[in-house]
Nanobody, 126 residues
Framework: QVQLVESGGGLVQAGGSLRLSCAASLRTIKYRAMGWFRQAPGKEREFVAATSWSGGTTDYLDSVKGRFIISRDNAKNTVYLQMNSLKLEDTAVYYC???????????????????WGEGTQVTVSS
């Protein structure tokens, strides 16, 4: 069974930084696009960032462009989300996601992804 395990969340002051990691138990994520999503209380899950299978192409939610960076290490089967200049509105549970089959990506549609982690809480305080 495929597992995605997020880590790196926590409590941080506004303006601070966090680095999220997503470790995949997939034999390899090398030929799969990967994505990060988030869900705040009372809101729907929303796309945050995605990377193509090579890491050469990325896509971001407009509100995080210039602040967040998605990257991947295929040799380690791990995807990262570097979050800088965090804002109160970034508070949410963050999830990583992977497709069932090889897919170049990137993709921001939740329907593209079949495997989801259990999430890691990010709380930004004033």
């Amino acid at each position: 069974q495929v597992q995605l395990v997020e880590s790196g969340g926590g409590l941080v002051q506004a303006g601070g930084s966090l680095r999220l990691s997503c470790a995949a138990s997939l034999r390899t994520i090398k030929y799969r696009a990967m994505g990060w999503f988030r869900q705040a209380p009372g809101k729907e899950r929303e796309f945050v960032a995605a990377t193509s299978w090579s890491g050469g192409t990325t896509d971001y939610l407009d509100s995080v462009k210039g602040r967040f960076i998605i990257s991947r290490d295929n040799a380690k089967n791990t995807v990262y989300l570097q979050m800088n200049s965090l804002k109160l509105e970034d508070t949410a549970v963050y999830y990583c996601a992977a497709p069932l089959r090889e897919y170049e990506g990137p993709a921001r549609e939740t329907q593209r992804y079949d495997y989801w982690g259990e999430g890691t809480q990010v709380t930004v305080s004033s």
